[in-house]
Each structure stands twice: as structure tokens, then as C-alpha cells.
């Protein structure tokens, strides 16, 4: 079946300006997952969601980063007023109820100029 | 806190020889583990897990890891390395009882000399 898919792939934003990152994980999966990958290091674990519910956002590094999930499936992660610090790989996870592995999207390269 | 260290930034290994890839961790409780790997232009994908039972697990790719609970390690494993096995591997931690977040380590790169 389909993977986790995530769109755009690639976004350039000016500083101040407000982006949305799109999520599709695998149909079915309860859990998803979004992380920041900074060039070089591991994913930062940023917010958890268990179909609709936002059960775990200690990871957003400021309130001006927000998720959603409204209908348990696509999810969205906007980002307000970026900043170059925001300028990272966005990834999006999904894990199927009971297991624990998750599958990742190709990422959302995000530069902010 | 739970945390994951992987001691090298790279390793280099010859085709055909053994390859161990080191992580250690720190959880509070029960450790769940992972083992991802991440090829160029590509998405992470999961390798292998330790969940409960044996300590020695198998996965993708022929692969296994080894959960050591005294030395707090989990070390990634393959017998004969292959040069498409180059790559970025992540280790990765939840701590069992705990909420979903997962903690990745920074990665160690994999480079397999023909």
C-alpha cells in the first residue's frame, strides 16, 4: 500500500511569513508523529497525535508552531512569523495501533531566507 | 529524562567484513529500542526493534542488534557487510510506560569500502 507521503517536499519562505506542512500517513494508522531534522543531527521529536487527539506537543519549540489533525487521518503543522532557526527537514511519522515501529514520510525540506 | 548516544560519527567498514554499529541509552524504566536507517534522498526506515524477550533480534536487510540491559547498549550488527548498506543509521529510545515520544541518537554514518 501507500507510504506516508508529505507535501510540498521542498518550501523556501521569506522570514515572517506563515508556512503549512501537509501530512498523509498510511491509511489506517492511529498515531502520527511530526519531527524536526536539523541538518546533521537525529529528528526532534516534536508532537504526537492518537487519531484526532494532540496527546504530546512538549516538543514545539515555541507557540509559534501548531498542529492539527482533525479528522484522525491528514495532519497538518503550521508554522508562524518563521525565523532562519525554523530552516530544517520536517519529517511526519505514522504507526499502526499496537506496534511500535514507525514509517516516515520523505520529509519536508524547509529553508527560510 | 530518556537519552541515546551513538559514540561515532562514522564508521568504515570493508565489503564482506563484520559491522557493529554502537548506541548506548538511558531511560528511567523499560527500554523499548530502534534501529533506523536513512538512505540518500530518502525517508528514515525502520530496521529492527527490541521490545521484551530475546536479546538478540533480527531484522530487514540482515541486520540484528544486540540489547545488553547491564551495559545499557544495543549495538547494530551484520556479518558480512555489503557496499549498498552504506548509509545513516539512527538508534532510537521510548521509554516503556512512558508517552509515545521517541528520542533518536545523532546518527552514525555507515561507509562500506569495496
Known amino acids: 500500500g501507500a507510504g506516508v507521503s508529505q507535501s510540498p517536499r521542498y518550501k523556501v519562505a521569506k522570514r515572517g511569513q506563515d508556512v503549512a506542512l501537509r501530512c498523509d500517513p498510511i491509511s489506517g494508522h492511529v498515531s502520527l508523529f511530526w519531527y524536526q531534522q536539523a541538518l546533521g543531527q537525529g529528528p526532534e521529536f516534536l508532537t504526537y497525535?492518537?487519531?484526532?487527539?494532540?496527546?504530546?506537543k512538549s516538543g514545539l519549540p515555541s507557540d509559534r508552531f501548531f498542529a492539527e489533525r482533525p479528522e484522525g487521518s491528514v495532519s497538518t503543522l503550521k508554522i508562524q512569523r518563521t525565523q532562519q532557526e525554523d530552516s530544517a527537514v520536517y519529517l511526519c511519522?505514522?504507526?499502526?495501533?499496537?506496534?511500535?515501529?514507525?514509517?516516515f514520510g520523505p520529509g519536508t525540506r524547509l529553508t527560510v531566507t | 529524562a530518556q537519552s541515546v548516544a551513538q559514540p561515532e560519527d562514522q564508521v568504515n567498514v570493508a565489503e564482506g567484513n563484520p559491522l557493529t554499529v554502537k548506541c548506548t541509552y538511558s531511560?528511567?524504566?523499560?527500554?523499548?529500542l530502534f534501529w533506523y536507517v536513512q538512505y540518500p534522498n530518502r525517508g528514515l526506515q525502520f530496521l529492527l526493534k527490541?521490545?521484551?524477550?530475546?536479546?538478540l533480534v533480527k531484522g530487514s536487510y540482515g541486520f540484528e542488534a544486540e540489547f545488553n540491559k547491564s551495559q545499557t547498549s544495543f549495538h547494530l550488527k551484520k556479518p558480512s557487510a555489503l557496499v549498498s548498506d552504506s548509509a545513516l543509521y539512527f538508534c532510537a529510545v521510548r521509554d516503556y510506560g512512558g508517552y509515545q515520544k521517541v528520542t533518536f541518537g545523532t546518527g552514525t554514518k555507515l561507509q562500506v569500502i569495496p
Open positions: 497525535f492518537q487519531n484526532e487527539a494532540q496527546l504530546d
Open positions: 531511560v528511567s524504566g523499560n527500554p523499548y
Open positions: 527490541y521490545i521484551t524477550g530475546d536479546n
Open positions: 511519522a505514522s504507526s499502526d495501533r499496537g506496534r511500535w515501529e514507525q514509517y
